[in-house]
């Protein structure tokens, strides 16, 4: 059974692998496309028809096949062509498509993955701000709040890359072992804490 949701992936893999935006990949067909139809497609609201679906694929370099059912290649089979691929060894016309179906259904799921992650990300702001709004902080609260807030943006904004991953680390480890989820282990946690603390202070660029 079509899924639209999967089909409209695979389309905005494509679009992104051409470098395009909406309504850029929406010229290249006769008639143009509305960037809301390219959007809707890619939404899976809207299937394109099946000339279209034709178009994107050789805008592609796929088959039509790969973007109705996906890449039915086995990991083994996966492996041998970019294997191939990386020895710069002779590929058929074949084997070329099914590399690049293969390079699209990673992008695709990365894409895919990312979204997912923001979704959710936004969704915990929005419950935290609403949890906030009903249990209104007290004054030492609110410093406390505005403590971490001024950390967090001096580290996203002005620390080095290596300083935020050591922040995003720590403050992992921390809320997984308030909510439970892990437990407590000195020795796994203070190394971590000493690590960030001795890349400060934050060098503002």
């Given at each position: 059974m079509e899924n639209k949701t999967s089909i409209g992936e695979r389309i905005k893999a494509?679009?992104?692998?051409?470098?395009?935006?909406?309504?850029?990949?929406?010229?290249?067909?006769?008639p143009p496309v509305s960037k809301g139809g390219i959007s809707r497609w890619e939404n899976g609201d809207t299937k394109p028809t099946a000339e279209r679906l034709k178009k994107i694929a050789e805008f592609g370099g796929v088959s039509v096949e790969y973007l109705v059912n996906g890449?039915?290649?086995?990991?083994?089979?996966?492996k041998i062509l970019f294997d191939k691929a990386v020895h710069k060894s002779k590929l058929s016309k074949d084997e070329r498509q099914k590399l690049v179906e293969s390079q699209l259904?990673?992008?695709?799921a990365v894409s895919a993955m990312v979204s997912r992650w923001d979704t959710e990300a936004r969704n915990q702001v929005e419950k935290q701000q609403t949890i906030i709004e009903s249990n209104p902080l007290s004054g030492?609260?609110?410093?406390?709040?505005?403590?971490?807030?001024?950390?967090?943006?001096?580290?996203?904004?002005?620390?080095?890359?290596?300083?935020?991953?050591?922040?995003?680390?720590?403050?992992?480890?921390?809320?997984?072992?308030?909510?439970?989820?892990?437990?407590?282990?000195?020795?796994?946690?203070?190394?971590?804490?000493?690590?960030?603390?001795?890349?400060?202070?934050v060098k503002k660029r």
């Open positions: 494509i679009r992104n692998r051409l470098g395009e935006n909406q309504t850029q990949f929406g010229e290249r067909f006769s890449n039915r290649l086995s990991l083994a089979d996966t259904d990673v992008a695709s030492i609260e609110l410093q406390a709040y505005g403590d971490f807030l001024n950390l967090f943006n001096l580290i996203r904004l002005h620390g080095s890359e290596k300083q935020q991953t050591e922040f995003d680390v720590l403050i992992n480890m921390l809320r997984q072992i308030a909510s439970g989820s892990i437990k407590y282990d000195k020795d796994d946690l203070l190394p971590n804490i000493d690590k960030f603390l001795a890349s400060l202070p």
